[in-house]
């Protein structure tokens, strides 16, 4: 991958589902980060939910509170960091910061120093947007977050959006630049509702011409007695079934959060942890043909 690059057709995922607690931000730390690996892929990632969990993942307390008080979040994509009220849009945007003055670099090639894994880190301060109730207001907001995500596709070969749970301004956001939407279910009660309700939500937007190609991951993390049932239900279901993915995503403790903790598990010297990079890899390679990657 080239920095300055014109492909534009560089391809955005949102990893998101209606419903929470299904693995987003575990798939978005440690699936991306081991297809950097896998495929010499460049890639950025963007905590686009207010938790910032995905941030908590990768970065350490020390260096997000450096990040944090030099206005180097995701909420500076979004408004100049002269934006202090949490009920008024700033009226003079500007253009968005530029990728590499916000990102902390997770990774890099070793023989050119450019960044092979970034992170835009989150900010709890986005829930902004949840409070603001003029819908008019907001549509410089989402111009700017659009524009950044441009720039961002001409410097990197994916980029990827970690989103909330919820039919938020930011979902409308996310939804507006992503070509494809990674889909984590479970075999839980409420899962497969979940689903129904992103593909009612994304299908019923005026807004998003291009509706992003859906792909659904199984994570098979904490399975029960019904999951064959689940997955079987899911595999069968006419519109649901023919973009899920062949490989389930494993349950392993190597993926659950420890406190004090940060990083991929796939970069440690754990036990069992080759037959996680294993897992990943498949599922990485049947992620190629829905990308458009050979």
Same mark, same amino acid.
């Given at each position: 991958?080239?920095?300055?690059? +014109?492909?534009?057709?560089?391809?955005?995922?949102?990893?998101? +589902?209606?419903?929470?607690?299904?693995?987003?931000?575990?798939?978005?730390?440690?699936?991306?980060?081991?297809?950097? +690996?896998?495929?010499?892929?460049?890639? #950025?990632?963007?905590?686009?939910?207010?938790?910032?969990?995905?941030?908590?993942?990768?970065?350490? /307390?020390?260096?997000?509170?450096?990040?944090?008080?030099?206005?180097?979040?995701?909420?500076?994509?979004?408004?100049?960091?002269?934006?202090?009220?949490?009920?008024?849009? =700033?009226?003079?945007?500007?253009?968005?910061?530029?990728?590499?003055?916000?990102?902390?670099?997770?990774?890099?090639?070793?023989?050119?120093?450019?960044?092979?894994?970034?992170?835009?880190?989150?900010?709890?301060?986005?829930?902004?947007?949840?409070?603001?109730?003029?819908?008019?207001?907001?549509?410089?907001?989402?111009?700017?977050?659009?524009?950044?995500?441009?720039?961002?596709?001409?410097?990197?070969?994916?980029?990827?959006?970690?989103?909330?749970?919820?039919?938020?301004?930011? =979902?409308?956001?996310? #939804?507006?630049?992503? =070509?494809?939407?990674?889909?984590?279910?479970?075999? /839980?009660?409420?899962?497969?509702?979940?689903?129904?309700?992103?593909?009612?939500?994304?299908?019923?937007?005026?807004?998003?011409?291009?509706?992003?190609?859906?792909?659904?991951?199984?994570?098979?993390?904490?399975?029960?007695?019904?999951?064959?049932?689940?997955?079987?239900?899911?595999?069968?279901?006419?519109?649901?079934?023919?973009?899920?993915?062949?490989?389930?995503?494993?349950?392993?403790?190597?993926?659950?959060?420890?406190?004090?903790?940060?990083?991929?598990?796939?970069?440690?010297?754990?036990?069992?942890?080759?037959?996680?990079?294993?897992?990943?890899?498949?599922?990485?390679?049947?992620?190629?043909?829905?990308?458009?990657?050979?």
């Amino acid at each position: 991958m080239v920095v300055g690059k +014109n492909d534009c057709s560089t391809p955005v995922i949102s990893v998101i +589902n209606m419903k929470g607690g299904v693995g987003k931000t575990t798939i978005s730390a440690h699936l991306f980060r081991h297809m950097v +690996n896998c495929l010499s892929k460049t890639i #950025l990632l963007v905590d686009f939910d207010p938790q910032f969990n995905l941030t908590q993942t990768l970065m350490n /307390e020390k260096d997000y509170s450096a990040f944090k008080s030099s206005n180097k979040t995701v909420f500076s994509v979004m408004e100049p960091p002269t934006s202090t009220s949490l009920f008024n849009i =700033s009226q003079h945007m500007g253009p968005p910061p530029n990728v590499d003055d916000i990102k902390k670099q997770l990774f890099y090639w070793t023989k050119t120093g450019k960044t092979a894994l970034g992170l835009i880190p989150g900010d709890f301060k986005m829930t902004k947007y949840t409070l603001v109730d003029d819908p008019k207001s907001l549509e410089p907001v989402k111009k700017r977050f659009i524009e950044f995500i441009e720039k961002a596709k001409k410097e990197y070969d994916l980029v990827v959006l970690d989103c909330n749970p919820s039919s938020s301004f930011m =979902s409308l956001c996310a #939804l507006s630049v992503s =070509s494809h939407l990674l889909i984590p279910v479970k075999a /839980e009660r409420y899962s497969m509702l979940g689903l129904d309700m992103l593909d009612e939500f994304v299908m019923t937007l005026p807004t998003i011409v291009n509706k992003p190609k859906k792909i659904i991951l199984v994570n098979g993390e904490g399975q029960k007695s019904s999951y064959s049932v689940f997955e079987n239900n899911l595999r069968a279901h006419s519109k649901f079934g023919p973009v899920t993915l062949p490989t389930v995503l494993k349950s392993s403790s190597l993926l659950g959060a420890k406190d004090g903790m940060v990083g991929c598990a796939t970069d440690k010297k754990l036990p069992h942890v080759n037959a996680l990079k294993r897992n990943l890899a498949d599922i990485i390679n049947e992620m190629k043909i829905p990308l458009g990657w050979k």
